[in-house]
């Protein structure tokens, strides 16, 4: 099985920041990493998908960048609205899909 | 618009079943890919299981031989029979659409939550 590991598991961060997530797999798994954004009680929403491609509606200032076993969620100007969890997720071994653990961006 | 409802949530005793139904509305579940992913209070997302359009079934080794995924194409749902539940069934379940083509889930339902406890 492939696993995913993010980091940080939360970090606080302030407003107009530039904040980055790592996630790493722990097999090469080339781009096939999606990244979701989820709120408290909502369900989560598809962000970055193919390692960099934006997910339609999507903010400019979200990116992803990497390949084979390390990625990175990028967001470049942080906006009170960007508070929230991040989750990575391979596809390489679909239809079995895997989750990380999460990233919590918090409030500085 | 593209919106999935999920419903059958509730409470269940350890050992027993609970059956979940998901309805899109804005496609049909006949000629798309469906998953279930389950979240546990204040923890990560897992996913649970996908079927395809053609009918082939795919689940986690947590949940294999407990669970089970079907659609009605006639009802236009899709369901997650759930049997033999555990403490560690405990979650909001969604379900999703799985978009093949570029391999996400791109539309999501509300969520439901199944409490297992006695």
């Known amino acids: 099985d492939i696993q995913m590991t993010q980091s940080p598991s939360s970090l606080s961060a302030s407003i107009g920041d530039r904040v980055t997530i790592t996630c790493r797999a722990s097999?090469?798994?080339?781009?096939?990493l999606n990244w979701y954004q989820q709120k408290p009680g909502k369900a989560p929403k598809l962000l970055i998908y193919?390692?960099?491609r934006l997910q339609s509606g999507v903010p400019s200032r979200f990116s992803g960048s990497g390949s084979g076993t390390d990625f990175t969620l990028a967001i470049s100007s942080l906006q009170p609205e960007d508070f929230a969890t991040y989750y990575c997720q391979q596809s390489y071994s679909t239809p079995l899909l895997t989750f990380g653990g999460g990233t919590k961006v918090e409030i500085k | 618009e593209v919106q999935l409802v999920e419903s059958g949530g509730g409470l269940v005793q350890p050992g027993g079943s609970l059956r979940l139904s998901c309805v899109p509305s804005g496609f049909t579940v006949s000629s798309n890919y469906l998953s279930w992913v389950r979240q546990a209070p204040g923890k990560g997302l897992e996913w649970v299981s996908v079927?395809?359009?053609?009918?082939?079934?795919y689940y986690a080794e947590s949940v294999k031989g407990r669970f089970t995924i079907s659609r009605d194409n006639s009802k236009n749902t899709l369901y997650l029979q759930m049997n033999s539940l555990r403490a560690e069934d405990t979650a909001v379940y969604y379900c999703?659409?799985?978009?093949?083509?570029?391999?996400?889930?791109?539309?999501w339902g509300q969520g439901t939550l199944v409490t297992v406890s006695s």
């Open positions: 999703a659409r799985y978009n093949y083509g570029n391999l996400i889930l791109d539309y």
């Open positions: 079927i395809y359009s053609g009918g082939s079934t």
């Open positions: 193919g390692a960099f």
């Open positions: 097999q090469d798994i080339s781009s096939f």
